[in-house]
Nanobody, 117 residues
Framework: QVQLVESGGGLVQTGGSLTLSCAASGRTFSSFRMGWFRQAPEKERDFVAGITSTGRTTYYADSVKGRFTISRDNAKNQVYLQMNSLKPEDTAVYYC??????????WGQGTQVTVSS
């Protein structure tokens, strides 16, 4: 059974940084694309960042380009999201996801990130 467990969320001031981690198990981690999504209250879940199975290619939403960095460690079955220059509008529950170029089929439970102004 595939499991994705996020950690690293919390409360941070505007301009601060956080690093989210996602530990994966239950499938061959290095064979799958990984992504981060977020959902703010009363809003839809939005794509934040993605990384291919090898880690060679990354993708970002325009709203986080230049501030967030996605990376992965296939030896540790982990994916990370380094978030810098955080803004109040980054406040959301952040979800880790696993999938292919056709879409993501497994999701974690989420971790709350709150950015205070």
């Amino acid at each position: 059974q595939v499991q994705l467990v996020e950690s690293g969320g919390g409360l941070v001031q505007t301009g601060g940084s956080l690093t989210l981690s996602c530990a994966a198990s239950g499938r061959t981690f290095s064979s799958f694309r990984m992504g981060w999504f977020r959902q703010a209250p009363e809003k839809e879940r939005d794509f934040v960042a993605g990384i291919t199975s090898t880690g060679r290619t990354t993708y970002y939403a325009d709203s986080v380009k230049g501030r967030f960095t996605i990376s992965r460690d296939n030896a540790k079955n982990q994916v990370y999201l380094q978030m810098n220059s955080l803004k109040p509008e980054d406040t959301a529950v952040y979800y880790c996801a696993s999938g292919t170029s056709r879409g993501y089929d497994y999701w974690g439970q989420g971790t709350q990130v709150t950015v205070s102004s």
